[in-house]
């Protein structure tokens, strides 16, 4: 069975500043995909970044990139020059990469609000 | 545009009510998923389907069944609505490893 955890409820970060979303999870598979979700107030959910497991270099997406440690089994979101608009609900998933199990799991999520 | 469509977004039912929630996906997408959003909780999936008529158990299935009769359609039922399903539905898509599509979200309200 995979497993999530984020062991962080809430976070203050203040505009302009980075913030870290910590993500560690476990799993028995050895080819698996580890995503981070958005989720402001509206409810929708939106993807932000997404890590392979056998991916050699930690992905970047703009002002978001995902700190792979893959011995350490973490996978921690950094957001750079942190904006008002990033104050959401933030989840961290993973999925098997096999046919037929690519069912997201999720850990419990973070609420980050920025502070002007 | 991509598109994962949920049929409501609110929705009040009453206790021992049947209970559907429809979702469509335009993007022929072989998998789609049923999530319960709890606050504290995160996502946990009820059930999935990687193909027509097929469906699995999630973590959370007890008091739920599916329907997929069509590719782009997934169906969760509540055969008795009760009130600790009072909850947040977020259905999604997905054609294999990568990124997950969700709807909008229907907030079920069981009184």
């Known amino acids: 069975a995979q497993k999530i955890t984020q062991t962080q409820p809430g976070m203050f970060v203040q505009e302009k500043e980075a913030v870290t979303l910590d993500c560690t999870y476990d799993?028995?598979?050895?080819?698996?995909?580890l995503f981070w979700y958005k989720q402001p107030s509206s409810g929708e959910m939106i993807f932000l970044i997404y890590?392979?497991?056998?991916?050699?270099q930690n992905a970047t997406e703009g002002r978001y990139s995902l700190n792979f440690q893959k011995a350490r089994k973490s996978a921690n979101l950094v957001i750079s020059a942190s904006q008002l608009g990033d104050s959401a609900m933030y989840f961290c998933?993973?999925?098997?990469?096999?046919?037929?199990?690519?069912?997201?799991?999720f850990g419990k999520g973070t609420k980050l609000s920025v502070i002007p | 545009d991509v598109k994962v469509t949920q049929s409501s977004r609110y929705l009040v039912k009453r206790t021992g009510e049947k209970v559907f929630l429809e979702c469509v996906q335009d993007?022929?997408?072989?998998?789609m998923f049923w999530y319960r959003q709890d606050p504290g909780l995160g996502l946990r999936l009820i059930y999935f389907?990687?193909?027509?008529?097929?469906?699995e158990k999630g973590d959370i299935p007890e008091g739920y069944s599916v329907s997929r009769e069509k590719k782009e359609r997934f169906s969760l039922i509540l055969e008795s609505a009760s009130t600790n399903q009072t909850s947040m539905y977020l259905c999604?898509?997905?054609?294999?490893?990568?990124?997950?599509?969700f709807g909008q979200g229907t907030r079920l309200t069981v009184v």
């Open positions: 998933a993973m999925s098997r990469t096999g046919a037929g199990s690519y069912q997201l799991t």
């Open positions: 999604a898509s997905t054609r294999s490893v990568g990124e997950a599509f």
């Open positions: 890590q392979g497991s056998y991916d050699q």
């Open positions: 389907s990687y193909d027509v008529k097929m469906k």
């Open positions: 993007m022929d997408h072989e998998n």
């Open positions: 799993t028995s598979d050895p080819s698996y995909g």
